[in-house]
């Protein structure tokens, strides 16, 4: 799923650590009902994945963290009225395969963005340093080593933000069509003429 800020930037020093406890403490509120698995922080939007047991959980879990977020953020920005541009936008995943490209995609997103060179490595501004589908990093890779900057965070900066899967597509599925590289991005969009 998506959200849209009308604040920029979402993704700084300043404001990510608080989105990041906003995340936390959503992910906490309902876990048997509703569970943030993964994120990314953008400039202006947010990108999760997420687990509900039914429509309602869905609904209230999203609602949950748009509210807790919006709250966190105009608190620590000193600003009022509302965070998000519009609604948030989902897409039911139902494949392994669709698993593993929304994994890709959202932990990878930083790639899209960037104005770099394709950057290779873990988005410090998402849920990858939790995330146990890395492929196995090799030193002739030319890629550092994945958790090198994650291991100088403190205690506190550690705790996990996000829930474990309890779905066996989100758990094991997925890992059937391969891990993810620490160099993947996400795919560009094919458009077939008609």
Known sequence: MTLRSRVAPLRSQHVFPTVRLALGRASRRDPKRFRLLHFSVQ????????????????????????????????????????????????????????????????LANFRKHTRRPRASGIDPFSSGRWFDGWRPWKPSSGVAPPFAEARRWSDAEASRPVSTPRTWLARVGWRRR????????????????R
């Open 43 to 106: 400039h202006d939007h947010l990108h999760l994945v997420v687990e509900a047991s039914d429509k309602r959980a869905l609904s209230s879990g999203v609602r949950s963290i748009a509210i807790r977020v919006a709250r966190y953020v105009n608190d620590l920005l000193s600003r009022r009225g509302p965070l998000w541009a519009d609604r948030w936008h989902g897409h039911a995943l139902r494949t392994p395969r669709e698993v593993r490209n929304a994994l890709v995609y959202v």
């Open 178 to 193: 391969g891990l993810v590289g620490l160099s993947e991005g996400p795919v560009p969009a094919v458009v077939t003429p």
